[in-house]
Nanobody
Framework: QVQLVESGGGLVQAGGSLRLSCAAS????????MGWFRQAPGKEREFVAR????????NYADSVKGRFTISRDNAKNTVYLQMNSPKPEDTAVYYC??????????WGQGTQVTVSS
């Protein structure tokens, strides 16, 4: 089992910055990759970014590319999402997820991010 706890959400002005954190515990040695997803009211959950746990390769959704940066600190078992120049359309509940096998198997409880215009 892997447990994930997100933090850092809140209210931010458009054009500002915010950093989300996700601390992993439990069987962290089994983590293959970590990701951030988000779900806005009335919408499906969508992929935001992912990072491989060993090599650190990253992927981003087109909607956040160039504005958001995912990173990890293996020593702290923590993954971050740096959100620069957020837009009101980035408002959502942000979820951290851990991939063990072929899918993202473990999820955090989510943290609300609200971007004001």
């Amino acid at each position: 089992q892997v447990q994930l706890v997100e933090s850092g959400g809140g209210l931010v002005q458009a054009g500002g910055s915010l950093r989300l954190s996700c601390a992993a515990s439990g069987r962290t040695y089994s983590i293959y990759a970590m990701g951030w997803f988000r779900q806005a009211p009335g919408k499906e959950r969508e992929f935001v970014a992912r990072i491989s746990w060993s090599g650190g390769s990253t992927n981003y959704a087109d909607s956040v590319k160039g504005r958001f940066t995912i990173s990890r600190d293996n020593a702290k078992n923590t993954v971050y999402l740096q959100m620069n120049s957020p837009k009101p359309e980035d408002t959502a509940v942000y979820y951290c997820a851990a991939r063990i096998a072929s899918t993202f198997d473990y999820w955090g409880q989510g943290t609300q991010v609200t971007v004001s215009s």
